[in-house]
């Protein structure tokens, strides 16, 4: 699928520069582009709770618990989550690295409970600070979530799931799919310019959902 992606932007400016009369040449007339349907990678409502409350070495921890902050703020890519700033007024704000879209989001008791005990001192948290890359924590990360996954019965368990189990919970309390849409940060359908006025409204709309998804899985309520 990424790499339809990109064959797609090449697509797109071999016609762009077709309409600026820059070229004639079009290798895409007999091109087709694949595309597979994306592996589901939601954790059940129970296994959610059963990984909440697994019993794990010193070690795992801080890896538990980063995908646990990863599924609070929506699905934070590992990334955003390496570059994240000081919450302002209890909210994060943050361009995302896939879209470069700004993203806000209130920062929930949960999250910030995490965000307070993994603080660090060049970085918001301090995993961050003695890697040079965050890709070296990631796939620590997702090693040791791997292994832990195994004793729920959850085969390849990396950060990615967190993603997919919040927008999997959301679907499930019937939160309406543009909501859901918006709190994942994808892009709307309609292509019209949203007015602040609207931004605002969306964004406790998104507030709400996750709030409601977080009370889901750890007060029972729904």
């Known amino acids: 699928n ?16 077709i309409k600026q009369e820059t070229i004639t040449c079009y290798p895409f007339r007999n091109f087709e582009f694949e595309y597979e349907e994306t592996e589901k990678r939601s954790l059940s409502l129970q296994q959610m709770r059963d990984f909440i409350n697994l019993p794990c070495a010193k ?25 994240l700033a000081d919450p302002v007024d209890g909210r994060l704000q ?3 690295s896939k879209t470069h879209k700004v993203y806000n989001i209130k920062v929930e008791p949960e999250a910030q409970a995490l965000l307070d005990k993994y603080k660090g001192k060049q970085h918001l948290l301090c995993w961050f600070d003695t890697v040079k890359k965050y890709t070296s924590f990631a796939n620590k990360c997702d090693y040791w979530l791997g292994e832990m996954g195994k004793r729920i019965g959850v085969d390849n368990l990396t950060l990615y799931w967190a993603r997919h189990t919040w927008a999997t919970f959301a679907y499930d309390l019937d939160i309406a799919d543009d ?44």
């Open 2 to 17: 990424g790499r339809s992606i990109h064959f797609r932007n090449l697509r797109a400016v071999f016609n762009f520069a």
């Open 59 to 83: 070690h795992e921890q801080r890896y538990k618990d980063c995908f646990l902050l990863t599924f609070y703020f929506i699905g934070i890519n590992c990334v955003d989550l390496s570059d």
């Open 179 to 222: 909501t859901i849409t918006r709190s994942l940060g994808h892009s709307q359908t309609t292509g019209a310019q949203v007015t602040q006025v609207y931004i605002r409204t969306d964004s406790k709309k998104v507030d709400a959902a996750n709030r409601a998804v977080i009370d889901y899985v750890l007060n029972n309520s729904k």
């Open 94 to 96: 943050y361009l995302r």
